[in-house]
């Protein structure tokens, strides 16, 4: 019953809180309005989602956040020194990189993060969801950088999710 | 215009100091890097840093000007966090399709050059078989 009627619990709370950050005050009777409306959008679209997220660990997943983003501010200093000091030679790669993960949203939030970290954009994963291919800006040993990535973020998405 | 503490004042200008440095970085990294691909590289992470520099000196400026903590500018560093990725996947997917020349230290790990989600694709393996000459062109030195 009530998963009938919350359907997506989690995507309900965010739509919640970027309602009221967009009206910039907390008073009840935004509150009110902001869930009602939240949770009928969330009830609404539940039909449009083909598969179903669990969070098994939802502080882990606030743990990861602030990870990413002190990472995202290392990632900018890196950048920013390559950028500059570009007299010595880049060497780019392209890499394949085996996943792990299951599922759209998993897969997705980390080709996020590949994207935002130091020196990688994900620029297409395979047909058959088990390859991401990996641009990195400047790397000497992909297999430690592939090995970072599963070890500092797979790993702990995997925890979050579950899969 | 309300008069502000000092170490707002401070914090802000640092604020907007680092913001708008790390854009002028990004810029930069867009002429300067070789090719495409790397070139994507620069926009995609310094204009996060250089958005949310500024962003946070527009939180700490409101805070401090009207007493009242100020966080929907929150909302631009969120939306751009989800929608830098994506954008940077498209490009990037595109650049992959046309096969863009990249700079020849560039090392290729792909084990099926050239388009790759169509490489597991039995329908165009006669079309991927035709595009082994691709790895020649690519190696061509831009600079």
Known sequence: ?163 | MAELPFWAECLITFFLILGGSFALIGSLGLARLPDFMTRLHAPTKNTTLGVGGVVLASITYFSASSGVLSMHELLIACFLFLTAPISAHLLAKAALHLELRTVSATQDLRSHPGPFSSAENPDVSTESADNESAPEVKSNNQS
């Open chain 1, 1 to 163: 019953m009530i998963k009938k009627l919350l359907p997506a619990p989690w995507l309900a709370l965010a739509l919640l809180i970027v309602w009221l950050l967009l009206q910039n005050s907390i008073t009840m009777g935004l509150v009110v309005l902001g869930s009602i409306l939240s949770l009928a959008i969330a009830w609404y679209t539940s039909r449009a989602r083909e598969e179903e997220v669990h969070l098994h660990k939802p502080f882990r997943a606030i743990q990861y956040f602030f990870l990413l983003l002190v990472d995202i501010v290392v990632a900018n200093f890196k950048i920013a020194g390559l950028i500059i000091g570009y007299k010595r030679r880049l060497s780019p790669a392209l890499v394949e990189f085996p996943l792990e993960l299951t599922g759209q949203v998993p897969i997705t939030i980390l080709a996020g993060t590949i994207s935002l970290t130091p020196g990688t954009i994900s620029s297409e994963i395979s047909r058959d969801r088990k390859y991401l291919l990996i641009h990195a800006l400047n790397v000497d040993d992909t297999d430690a950088m592939i090995h970072d990535i599963k070890h500092r973020y797979e790993r702990r998405l995997k925890e979050i999710f579950g899969c």
